[in-house]
């Protein structure tokens, strides 16, 4: 089977080892973070499904990117 053809998904975990994101072919990504408790959260809704997500290195920000060809970056201060 072509691989190009499967649904491919992301994860990113910032660099604290405190926030997971997900790409999720969803118009938002989940967001969790691990504060001693489970918080899940959405991000930013795109136009279609979200397929790529990563975190700045050393902000506290985040992108998303989806198959409308549109990017989000969001600060999460």
Known sequence: MD???LPRHEM??????K???LSSN???APL???NGT??????LDHSGGVTSVDWHP????FL????DHSVRVTSIL
Do not use: E, I, V
């Open 26 to 28: 969803l118009r938002s």
């Open 64 to 67: 998303t990117g989806s198959s």
């Open 3 to 5: 691989g190009s053809t």
């Open 12 to 17: 990113a975990l910032d660099s604290y080892g």
């Open 38 to 43: 489970t918080k899940a959260y959405r991000t």
């Open 19 to 21: 926030s997971l994101l």
């Open 32 to 34: 969790f973070k691990f």
């Open 58 to 61: 050393l902000l506290p920000m």
